[in-house]
């Protein structure tokens, strides 16, 4: 265990019904976020504490996945998909059928593929490799439902959802970012549909080595609705080494059109003249119409559109 974990295991087999629309055609995991895939904002953030192997479970609308990345790889790194088939097997049931393609002598990430964040993750690694934990999990005291039980003087994990300690008040944010040794993976049974959560709670029961890190330092988002969408382009809008609008390649934005707030126009979309867009997300291959005002909205790929719109995903 001397040697940094070098693989990750990217979630991205969801359905994404909280999101209807926006994922009928493609996985959410790939839905853009500043014209880029959020998935690849998950590989940028593991890229920088040294995974250089991503395996990817896949499940709704796999095939999407390969035409994003027809190499099986990003940046150099290598990408290997595990296709779960008739049905999404969740997260412990997606790590056992991906079990071939994780390392059986050192640590590895899991990241659920539809967050985005920026948390500086090496105390997490440096705390994994040195507590003699088989599960180290990422954790925040803010930013969603706190579900967690967490002695910060042990490091131990007590109680996920009030499980076991059901009179207490959980005070902790799991952000679906954690590390696993591969002895974990002797846990879950073969060909079941598995969350983590009842293993770790399992864990708890028997007194194995499941902790903890708390990281308030960054941002942390859950983009499990549209509304989450917007709120994420328009705070990065707001931070002033991003640069706004977003426009993609080969782009055509009238220059009578406006763009306000927080906009981003996805790869080969044309804005016609005259048109106003206030705090939309415009994906690739989109035809706004001479004129058009649309406002908080969502325009998925491909999407001819006209006329007044508010606050609605269109396609």
């Known amino acids: 265990m001397e040697h940094p974990p070098l693989t990750a295991f990217v979630l991205g087999a969801g359905l994404g019904t909280r999101l209807k629309s926006l994922t009928a055609k493609r996985p959410k995991p790939l839905i853009p976020v500043c014209n880029e895939p959020l998935i690849t904002r998950a590989f940028e953030h593991l890229h920088g504490v040294g995974v250089r192997n991503f395996v990817v479970n896949t499940h709704w ?3 999407v996945y390969e035409s994003v990345f027809p190499d099986h790889s990003w940046k150099n790194c290598r990408i290997a998909f595990s296709h779960e088939t008739p049905e999404v097997l969740e997260t412990a049931g997606g790590l056992k059928q991906a079990e071939n393609l994780l390392p059986r002598d050192s640590p590895f990430w899991v990241y659920n593929g539809d967050i985005l964040s920026d948390l500086p993750l090496q105390k997490a690694l440096e705390t994994h490799l040195t507590s003699g934990n088989e599960a180290t999990l990422v ?3 803010k930013d969603g439902p706190l579900q967690v039980s967490f002695d910060e003087r042990s490091g131990k994990i007590r109680d996920l959802g009030r499980r076991l300690l059901p009179a207490e008040d959980p005070s902790y944010l799991f952000t679906g970012i954690y590390l696993l040794n591969p002895s974990f993976l002797s846990r879950i049974p073969p060909n079941t549909k598995l969350s983590v959560v009842p293993l770790f ?3 708890i029961h028997e007194g ?3 902790g903890g890190v708390v990281i308030d ?3 942390w988002w859950d983009l499990g609705s549209r509304d989450h969408i917007l709120a994420v382009h328009s705070s990065l809008a707001h931070d002033s080494t991003t640069p706004t609008p977003w426009i993609g390649v080969g782009a055509q934005i ?3 059109a406006k763009l306000l707030g927080a906009c ?3 790869a080969h979309s044309k804005i016609g003249a005259g048109a106003i867009l206030e705090d939309c997300v415009v994906w690739e291959n989109v035809e706004i119409a001479a004129n058009s005002s649309l406002r908080g909205c969502i ?3 491909g999407a001819r559109i006209s006329g007044n719109h508010a606050d609605a995903d269109l396609s």
Request: glycine share 8%; hydrophobic share 40%.
């Open 208 to 210: 194995a080595q499941i």
């Open 264 to 266: 981003a126009v996805g």
């Open 201 to 203: 709670i399992d864990m």
């Open 139 to 141: 954790l925040r005291s």
């Open 254 to 256: 009238d220059p009578t």
């Open 299 to 301: 325009v998925t790929s």
């Open 217 to 219: 330092e960054g941002t």
């Open 61 to 63: 609308q796999a095939q």
